[in-house]
């Protein structure tokens, strides 16, 4: 196949990267790679500025894993034998682990899949004691760095039928009216790709009937887990299609998943990669105007729910997808809720 940008000199450094792909599979990927990156050229991104994001994917995440796997995380004592833990993963999405001792654990969010290993390690090492009594596992959301590894536990998780959907597309812009469908088929071929996803072939749908609301977010299940009941909301799909939101009343936790993320939090590493996928795409939203809905409802939201918990001299958690688990302060901006306790497989 005759390329004009993607030379078999700069194929021969993905090699690594794509072996995944078989050979029907890299020559379509080529081919959309081209085509993305005469889309994007008159748009601002130079060709040669394109092909470095693209390998720039394959070489953060290889050069983040094994002995130079590190993260940021958070460990909260919810009751007498509950423990939460939320892990800043390299450039991806948070891994969020709630311990209950003898009842196991659930899982929320997994991070990419070639993460799982260092992470069932980075458990270990900080007193979890790995993945191995694992119960639930549930899915946000169909980008690979929030389900990822999935398919490396041995419970089907728990998604929305379109996060489902998405991921037997093969793209992330399933299920939204934009544009971009190019951009978003060879980016999420890319990172998913790149980053080993797994995720198995059979997964349990949560319930998508509205049995309530909470301001513009329909309730669409409810999850029990270990005394603790979750309210699953449905967003309203401005950063993808099928992305849930969890609300959890006793203990006051709201999971927002990408629909916040807390960029004041992030090292400057993890911000500089987590832009690769706007530079590529456009947007890392599939519609920014719902996505601004979004997040000026939750903004509502939270401020509201914190106002309640303070009655009975709680605050809220508010666990952005990216970033610290925060609390709202007296200017009504988010912090870190508690100390970051850096982690580093050596």
């Known amino acids: 196949m005759t ?99 003898e009842d196991g654990k659930m899982v929320l969010d997994t991070g990419y899949g070639c993460f799982y290993q260092d992470c069932d390690k980075m458990l270990e090492k900080v007193g979890v004691d790995g993945f191995f009594d694992t119960r639930v596992v549930i899915c946000t959301h169909a980008d690979a760095d929030h389900c990822g590894a999935s398919g490396y ?96 009343p006793k203990l006051g936790m709201l999971f927002t998943s990408d629909a916040f993320i807390n960029f004041a939090t992030l090292s400057k590493e993890r911000a500089d990669y987590c832009s690769i996928a706007d530079s590529m795409i456009g947007s890392v939203n599939v519609d920014s105007e719902i996505a601004r809905t979004e997040r000026k409802e939750l903004t509502r939201l939270a401020a509201e729910l914190d106002a309640e918990l303070k009655k009975e001299g709680k605050q809220l958690l508010i666990c952005c997808g990216h970033g610290a688990v925060s609390k709202i302060d007296e200017d009504g901006k988010l912090v870190p809720a508690t100390e970051l306790i850096h982690y580093s497989a050596e």
């Open 3 to 101: 390329t004009e940008y993607f030379t078999r000199e700069f194929m021969a450094k993905m090699a690594l990267y794509l072996s995944p792909l078989n050979k029907k599979e890299l020559h379509e990927y080529v081919k959309e790679g081209e085509e993305a990156i005469k889309i994007r050229e008159p748009q601002g991104i130079a060709p040669e500025d394109y092909l470095a994001l693209v390998k720039g994917i394959g070489d953060y995440l290889g050069a983040n894993t094994g002995k130079n796997f590190t993260s940021d995380y958070q460990k909260i004592p919810l009751t007498s034998n509950i423990t939460f833990y939320s892990f800043q993963l390299p450039g991806g999405g948070n891994l969020n682990i709630f311990d209950a001792g």
């Open 153 to 248: 536990f041995p419970m089907m998780p728990l998604m929305h039928p379109t996060c489902k959907a998405i991921l037997d597309a093969g793209t992330r812009n399933y299920g939204s009216v934009n544009d971009l469908d190019l951009l978003e088929k060879f980016y999420t071929t890319s990172i998913n790709t790149m980053s080993r996803m797994n995720v198995p072939d059979k997964v349990i749908e949560c319930g998508t009937e509205p049995i309530g609301m909470r301001g513009l977010f329909p309730i669409i299940e409810k999850i029990s887990f270990a005394g603790m009941e979750f309210e699953v909301w449905e967003s309203l799909g401005g950063h993808i299609a099928g992305q849930l939101l969890l609300f959890e």
